[in-house]
C-alpha cells in the first residue's frame, strides 16, 4: 500500500546491490536524447481503481503509474527535498497560519484549460466531501477560508490552527475542477484518467494515461501539451503487468521489458553481473510488518493483548530478515520503530522488548489458560490458535518469508494458514475491509511522519487507513499534538511518544526496512530511483539510446 511514515532525511543509504554493467547515465557529457520510441516497463501489481484520492485505490504502483500524469504542488526529490512542480512557490506565514500558492503561468491541463486556483479549490472541497472514502483529510480539514487572486494564479488559505505538513497538501495531485465537477468522485477516475465531459484522457503532467487493458497493461503517451521545460522524449510508456516476480526478473534479463521495479527478491543479487543491466539500490521508505486484526472480521483471541504479545515474542523477526536478505544486504536490521527509520536520526527503538522470546511467550499463554494439543498448537480456553495469514500471491519473498514465519510460530503453538490473494483482492477489498486475521504488506509514502495519524488514530477520529480497528486514544491525542508542532525537535519528540505507547498496544509487528531495487537495461537513460514516489518522478527524461 501507499500511504506510510518515513521522517524527513534523506534515507538513500547505498547497499551492496548498487550497480552493474553499463555505459553513461542519461544526459552524461557529450550525451544527446534520442526523440521518439517506447519503454517497455513491468509492473509487478496491477491496481484495482485509479484514483489515487480514495482508499480502494490507494497502492504503490498507482502512484508509479499517475505521476507522470497528475501533478501536486510539489514533487518529492531523490534526496527527499521537496521541490516546487505546478508552483513557483509557496508563502508560508503565521499568526494566523496561512499558506499562498504562486501557480506557475505556464502551468496548463492537456485541454489547454490553465492549471488555477480554482482547481486547488476544488480540490479541497472534494477531499472534505464526507460521502467519498478518502485516503487521508488531514490538514485539509484545518483551513478555515481560501482566496483565489492574481488572474486564478495566486490562491490564498488560512488555517485553524497550524499544521507541521503543509508541503505535503496538494500534493502528488491537484484535481481539474472544470473536468470533474458535477462528477462523482467516488467512480470517476476509477477505470480511466479523463474528462468525463468529453472521454479523453486528462493530464498536467508530461504523459497521458490512455488505456488500461485490464489483466495486461497501462498505456501513458506523451502529452502534447505538456507545459515543462522540454516535451518528454519518448512517445510512450507500457507497464506490463508481471505479477509473478520470477516472471519479471526473467523477462527483463531477456530483453522482453527494459526496466522493473520489483520487491526484494532472492533471485536479484544475481543481476549483479548480468551483462547490459544496471541495478540501483537504495534503503526505501517502505516497511513490511504484520498487522493484526482487532475488528470484528478478524480473529476474537486477537483483541486479548496478552495473543498479540505472543505471537509477536514467538517470531524471530532476526531470522526471518536473514533469510530473506542475506544474500542481497547482509546488514539490514529488525525494524523497532514504526514511525522512524534504524538509519534515522530520530530513531527510537521502542519495540524491542518484543524480541525473540519463546519462553515468555510461553509463560504467557499458559497463565491465560492456554494448553497445547497432541499436535503442538495451543488451545484457549476451548479455541484453537490459529490465524489465517494473508499477503499478496505470486511475490516470492513474501511467500518465501511466510514459510519461515509459519514454521517458527508453529514450533511454538501457534498455526497460521497460507491465505495468500492476488494483489488487487488482497489490497483492494480484503485489506481495506478489514476482512483478515493477519495481514503482511508493506506501507509507503511521504517523508514526513504526519500520514502516521491516518494509520494508526482511531478510526472514527482520522484513522481512515486504520484497517485492522486498533484504537487508542492516547496515540491519537499524540499524532494530532505533532500535527501542530512545527518545532522538529518537539514534533520528534510527540511523535516517539506515540510509538512508544503504540510498542505496549501490539495493533502491527513490523519487521523491517524494504530496500529498493530498479533494474534497467543499459540503453535506458535518464532513469533514476526516487524511494519516496517511485522511478517514474522524471518519466519526461527517460530515453532509448539503442
Not at 105 to 128: H, I, M, N
Not at 135 to 140: E, L
Not at 205 to 230: A, D, E, V
Request: overall charge positive; some cysteine; glycine content about 8%.
Amino acid at each position: 500500500m501507499k500511504r506510510g511514515t518515513v521522517a524527513a532525511v534523506c534515507l538513500v543509504a547505498a547497499l551492496a546491490l548498487v550497480a552493474a554493467a553499463g555505459g553513461a547515465q542519461a544526459g552524461g557529457r557529450g550525451e544527446h536524447a534520442k526523440v521518439g520510441g517506447t519503454l517497455l516497463f513491468g509492473a509487478e501489481q496491477e491496481v484495482d481503481c485509479l484514483n489515487l484520492a480514495l482508499n480502494p485505490c490507494n497502492a504503490l504502483w498507482g502512484t508509479i503509474f499517475e505521476n507522470p500524469v497528475i501533478r501536486g504542488a510539489y514533487v518529492i526529490q531523490p534526496d527527499f527535498s521537496y521541490k516546487p512542480n505546478l508552483v513557483s512557490s509557496v508563502r508560508l506565514q503565521l499568526h494566523p497560519m496561512r499558506l499562498t500558492y504562486f501557480i506557475r503561468k505556464q502551468a496548463k491541463w492537456s485541454d489547454g484549460t490553465p492549471v488555477s486556483g480554482t482547481d486547488f479549490v476544488f480540490t479541497l472541497r472534494t477531499l472534505l466531501n464526507p460521502k467519498y472514502d478518502i485516503v487521508s483529510r488531514n490538514g485539509y480539514d484545518q483551513i478555515s477560508k481560501s482566496k483565489i487572486s492574481g488572474g486564478g494564479k495566486t490562491v490564498e488559505f488560512w488555517f485553524k490552527k497550524p499544521y507541521a505538513d503543509w508541503k505535503d497538501l496538494f500534493s502528488p495531485y491537484v484535481l481539474p475542477q472544470h473536468a470533474l465537477a458535477g462528477a462523482d468522485f467516488s467512480s470517476v477516475w476509477n477505470d480511466a484518467i479523463v474528462n468525463p465531459k468529453t472521454g479523453k484522457p486528462i493530464a498536467d503532467g508530461p504523459f497521458l494515461l490512455t488505456q488500461w487493458q485490464k489483466g495486461s497493461q497501462i498505456t501513458l503517451m506523451r502529452n502534447p501539451r505538456w507545459w515543462g521545460p522540454h516535451r518528454p522524449y519518448l512517445n510512450s510508456v507500457i507497464f506490463r503487468f508481471l505479477t509473478n516476480s520470477n516472471t519479471e526478473i526473467q523477462q527483463v534479463r531477456g530483453g522482453e521489458v527494459d526496466a522493473i521495479y520489483p520487491q526484494p527478491q532472492l533471485q536479484l543479487a544475481e543481476l549483479r553481473s548480468a551483462p547490459g543491466l544496471r541495478v540501483q539500490s537504495s534503503l526505501g521508505p517502505s516497511w513490511e510488518h504484520i498487522d493484526i486484526q482487532q475488528g470484528p472480521r478478524g480473529n476474537p483471541l486477537a483483541k486479548n493483548l496478552w495473543v498479540r504479545q505472543a505471537l509477536i515474542l514467538s517470531l524471530d523477526r532476526n531470522a526471518v530478515l536473514q533469510a530473506l536478505f542475506r544474500s542481497l544486504n547482509p546488514n539490514l536490521k529488525v525494524l523497532q520503530n514504526i514511525i522512524y527509520f534504524n538509519n534515522f536520526p530520530q530513531y527510537k527503538n521502542h519495540w524491542g522488548k518484543w524480541n525473540y522470546n519463546p519462553n515468555r511467550a510461553k509463560q504467557i499463554l499458559e497463565s491465560h489458560g492456554c494448553r497445547k494439543g497432541g499436535d503442538g498448537i495451543y488451545s484457549c480456553n476451548g479455541t484453537r490458535l490459529t490465524f489465517q495469514f494473508e499477503s499478496t500471491r505470486g511475490n516470492k519473498l513474501r511467500e518465501f518469508a511466510f514459510t519461515i514465519i509459519q514454521d517458527v510460530w508453529k514450533k511454538n503453538g501457534i498455526e497460521v494458514t497460507d491465505n495468500f490473494k492476488p494483489s488487487s483482492i488482497a489490497f483492494g477489498q480484503d485489506l481495506v475491509q478489514g476482512n483478515y486475521d493477519l495481514f503482511m504488506f508493506g506501507w509507503t509514502g511521504s517523508p514526513d511522519p504526519s500520514n502516521s495519524a491516518s494509520i494508526w488514530s482511531c478510526p472514527n477520529a482520522g484513522g481512515t487507513q486504520n484497517y485492522m480497528g486498533y484504537c487508542n486514544t492516547k496515540v491519537t491525542h499524540l499524532f494530532d499534538e505533532a500535527d501542530t508542532t512545527l518545532k522538529p525537535k518537539a514534533r520528534e519528540a510527540v511523535v516517539n511518544a506515540a510509538d512508544a505507547a503504540m510498542a505496549g498496544d501490539i495493533p502491527t509487528i513490523p519487521l523491517y526496512q524494504k530496500p529498493t531495487f530498479l533494474v534497467s537495461h543499459t540503453y535506458v537513460r535518464g532513469m533514476r530511483d526516487d524511494v519516496a514516489v517511485g522511478p517514474t518522478w522524471n518519466a519526461e527524461e527517460w530515453w532509448l539510446s539503442k
